[in-house]
């Protein structure tokens, strides 16, 4: 096994719940659904893209893999291995076991009175899945097997990927969003951001280039640090403009999870400073802001 009996506990301690004989995969709650079924609010994808906040499943099929660790990630990323390595669990066998999974951890709901029961009904029957809970999901072989799998279930497929692997973007099965991240302006500053175990800015500016050819909804997203990656804003619209992504989304990085043991609360920009950011990425590109949120700190833009 390539995550130990130590990190399984550990992790299912604070929410996730792994899945599948060789527990790659993993399910973890989100706030959102959370606070979307308690009529708190909706996670700013609701807001930005119509998907259900309290019907999606959020997860992984790659949680200990990924080419980076970034400082902003609020996964644990001590445990992750640059390459896979190990068996592989079918999409089947691990789309099941989220979705049982997710039902257990919602279980608390039922009864509960903040709660309507026809919405605890459609949260224990997903339509949305999130495939972003930590690690990198392109390391996954079968990736496009599992987004494959979960149209054929009806569900909408929100992809999110750090680009580190554009050779499987080339042959991806195509999500309803495909989400790249852009995590700085230039090649020094991805280093000091994303702590990368194998250097890949030429690979993240393939995968960016490789948006062009989807005909699924593309989104480039920008995960701000002050300090940091907050920076230079002219370059970034530079390399946006090159991608000719439908979105672009710029946000603040959120103070949760691991992410409080490797930077502080202060380097966390306010939605103000967000919208500032934005403005100048506007004035040097063809992307506009359309929406925001600012519970999220996220600024939505579009061509």
Not at 36 to 41: K, P, V, Y
Not at 55 to 61: A, G, I, K
Not at 119 to 140: C, D, H, R, W
């Amino acid at each position: 096994m390539i995550i130990s009996d130590t990190d399984v506990k550990r992790l299912e301690a604070i929410g996730y719940r792994f899945v599948g004989k060789h527990r790659h995969s993993a399910v973890k709650t989100c706030s959102w659904t959370r606070k979307a079924l308690t009529g708190e609010g909706f996670c700013y994808k609701q807001q930005f893209y119509g998907i259900s906040s309290h019907r999606c499943l959020q997860m992984s099929p790659a949680v200990p893999f990924c080419k980076h660790r970034c400082r902003f990630c609020w996964r644990d990323t001590s445990i992750t291995y640059p390459e896979w390595e190990g068996p592989v669990d079918e999409p089947e066998e691990i789309i099941d076991g989220c979705i049982e999974a997710q039902r257990e951890l919602l279980t608390g709901f039922r009864g509960n009175n903040k709660v309507e029961e026809k919405m605890v009904k459609e949260a224990f029957s997903p339509n949305q899945v999130a495939i972003s809970l930590a690690g990198e999901p392109t390391e996954y072989p079968k990736i496009s097997e599992l987004i494959g799998t979960f149209k054929e279930r009806k569900f909408t497929v929100f992809l999110v990927t750090n680009g580190t692997n554009p050779e499987v973007l080339e042959n991806l099965a195509e999500p309803t969003n495909l989400y790249i991240t852009l995590p700085a302006p230039d090649p020094e500053t991805y280093d000091k951001t994303c702590l990368p175990v194998v250097n890949s800015w030429e690979n993240i500016m393939k995968s960016l280039d490789l948006l062009k050819s989807f005909s699924c909804t593309t989104v480039v997203r920008l995960t701000l640090v002050k300090g940091l990656n907050f920076i230079r804003p002219e370059l970034y619209a530079k390399i946006l403009d090159k991608t000719d992504s439908d979105y672009v989304e710029v946000k603040s990085f959120m103070s949760v999870g691991y992410s409080r043991e490797r930077l502080p609360y202060e380097d966390m920009p306010l939605h103000p400073e967000i919208k500032k950011f934005a403005k100048k990425i506007e004035e040097n590109c063809s992307y506009k802001a359309v929406d925001d949120s600012r519970w999220s700190r996220v600024v939505l833009m579009k061509k």
